[in-house]
C-alpha cells in the first residue's frame, strides 16, 4: 500500500481562492516534500519539510507538518489558474535505511478563471 | 547538462520485446531514481542508486526489469519481454545526495502493443 495518501483526489477552485491538499502517511519519516506534476510528465520539486520542521513558506506555498498525526498539508493562496496540476506528496521512510521516497496518489487541483 | 534528460521520450513497442530506457541525471547528483506511473495513478519507485553503494532493486516489479548505471552517471532501465501491463511513463529523477529535491526528467512514455 502508499506510505502516503493525499486527500482530497480532485478538487475544484476559482482564480482567487485558497488550495488546501493534505496527505498522511504511515511509518516515521525523517523528511516530507511536496511536488506539482503538469500533463502526467515530470515533476517539480516544490518545497521539503524535515520531521523537525512544522511549517515552511515558499511564495504562495505554505506547508505544515504535524508528525504526531502523520500528516501534512499543502496550501495554495490565491491560486490562479497555472497552478492547475496534480500535486504529490513524498516521504522519505526513517527506518528504511536508505534515501527513497515514496509517493502518494496525488491530488488533481483544477483552478477556473 | 542543464537537466535531468530522459531518452527516448516515447516508445511503442510490441509485446515480448525488449526495450532500453535512457537517463542522463545532472552532473555531479549521486543519487539516481527511476519511478514508474501508470496512467492517473501516484508514482512507483523501482530503483535508487546512490554513488558506489548497492542499488535499492526492492522496487522492481519482476526480474524482466533491470536497471544499470554506468560511471555514476548514465542509468538505462532495461525491460525484457515486455507485456502489456509495462505500459506507463517512466520517470527518472536525480538529486545530489538522495535527501533534498528531486530534479526530474520528462519521461519516457512506454506502450507496449
Known amino acids: 500500500s502508499q506510505q502516503g495518501e493525499e486527500d482530497p483526489q480532485a478538487l475544484s477552485i476559482q482564480e482567487g481562492e485558497n488550495a488546501t491538499m493534505n496527505c498522511s502517511y504511515k511509518?516515521?519519516?525523517?523528511?516530507l516534500q511536496w511536488y506539482r506534476q503538469n500533463s502526467g510528465r515530470g515533476l517539480v520539486h516544490l518545497i521539503l519539510i524535515r520531521s523537525n520542521e512544522r511549517e515552511k513558506h515558499s511564495g504562495r506555498l505554505r506547508v505544515t507538518l504535524d508528525t504526531s498525526k502523520k500528516s501534512s498539508s499543502l496550501l495554495i493562496t490565491a491560486s490562479r489558474a497555472a497552478d492547475t496540476a496534480s500535486y504529490f506528496c513524498a516521504t522519505d521512510i526513517r527506518a528504511s535505511g536508505t534515501y527513497k521516497y515514496i509517493f502518494g496518489t496525488g491530488t488533481r487541483l483544477k483552478v477556473l478563471a | 547538462g542543464a537537466g535531468v534528460s530522459q531518452s527516448p521520450s516515447n516508445k511503442v513497442t510490441e509485446k515480448g520485446k525488449d526495450v532500453e530506457l535512457r537517463c542522463d541525471p545532472i552532473s555531479g547528483h549521486t543519487a539516481l531514481y527511476w519511478y514508474r506511473q501508470s496512467l492517473g495513478q501516484g508514482l512507483e519507485f523501482l530503483i535508487y542508486f546512490q554513488g558506489n553503494s548497492a542499488p535499492d532493486k526492492s522496487g522492481l516489479p519482476s526480474d524482466r526489469f533491470s536497471a544499470e548505471r554506468t560511471g555514476g552517471s548514465v542509468s538505462t532501465l532495461t525491460i525484457q519481454r515486455t507485456q502489456q501491463e509495462d505500459s506507463a511513463v517512466y520517470l527518472c529523477?536525480?538529486?545530489?545526495?538522495?535527501?533534498?529535491?528531486?530534479?526530474f526528467g520528462s519521461g519516457t512514455r512506454l506502450t507496449v502493443v
Open positions: 511509518t516515521s519519516i525523517n523528511n
Open positions: 529523477a536525480s538529486s545530489t545526495t538522495g535527501r533534498g529535491g528531486y530534479t
